[in-house]
T-cell receptor, first 114, second 111 residues
Framework: NAGVTQTPKFQVLKTGQSMTLQCAQD?????MYWYRQDPGMGLRLIYY???????DKGEVPNGYNVSRLNKREFSLRLESAAPSQTSVYFC?????????????FGPGTRLLVL | GENVEQHPSTLSVQEGDSAVIKCTYS??????FPWYKQELGKRPQLIID?????GEKKDQRIAVTLNKTAKHFSLHITETQPEDSAVYFC??????????FGPGTRLSVLP
């Protein structure tokens, strides 16, 4: 099993450009999450999807949109990138069934917005 | 919404000593409290977790305690080793949804 995979690993954007970060998991997990991590800070939840077909805002959703394409895939879109969105983005998944809430993280996408 | 505070922000201990990191949360509805370890440039990895119906949980050198009344939980690492050096994050969640993380503690284990 690959676990949680993210593409791309690294991306440079200019202000105003758009892009989609891709995330996929092969563990048949119900829930998926998108976080951002800024230098020296903890992880802040952007959006999450408790199950296929549902999405909810987290702590910092402004400037982002998400799509739960199917049970495996959860994408994060930046419609008009801003320098404040420079960060490392982590995707995570969790069974969220049978009392199992453990989150498994992907390797991260490092985004630089100029 | 939930707010999670974590202390200290940095912690240095001698190899073999114990390390304690403390977190407080604000939402009494939170019922799941994981701890993650993140090495430089790597993804966070779960090291231990506890649910609100349990007061203490131990896994070898790592233990977590939870005080629901006071809304705080702590990570205890005994017999620290250099490979324990990393950033540790606590988090709180309500049934695995809407996780809120603490700002992290940078632990350095000195040889």
């Amino acid at each position: 099993n690959a676990g949680v995979t993210q593409t791309p690993k690294f991306q440079v954007l200019k202000t105003g450009q758009s892009m989609t970060l891709q995330c996929a998991q092969d563990m048949n997990h119900n829930s998926m999450y998108w976080y951002r991590q800024d230098p020296g800070m903890g992880l802040r939840l952007i959006y999450y999807s408790a199950s296929e077909g549902t999405t909810d805002k987290g702590e910092v959703p402004n400037g982002y949109n998400v799509s739960r394409l199917n049970k495996r895939e959860f994408s994060l879109r930046l419609e008009s990138a801003a320098p404040s969105q420079t960060s490392v983005y982590f995707c995570a998944s969790s069974p969220l069934a049978g009392g199992k809430e453990t989150q498994y993280f992907g390797p991260g996408t490092r985004l630089l917005v100029l | 919404g939930e707010n999670v505070e974590q202390h200290p922000s940095t912690l240095s201990v001698q190899e073999g000593d114990s390390a304690v990191i403390k977190c407080t949360y604000s939402d009494s509805a939170s019922n799941y409290f994981p701890w993650y370890k993140q090495e430089l440039g790597k993804r966070p990895q779960l090291i231990i977790d506890i649910r609100s119906n349990v007061g203490e949980k131990k896994d070898q050198r790592i233990a977590v305690t939870l005080n629901k009344t006071a809304k705080h939980f702590s990570l205890h690492i005994t017999e620290t080793q250099p490979e324990d050096s990393a950033v540790y994050f606590c988090a709180a969640s309500n049934y695995g949804q809407n996780f809120v993380f603490g700002p992290g503690t940078r632990l350095s284990v000195l040889p």
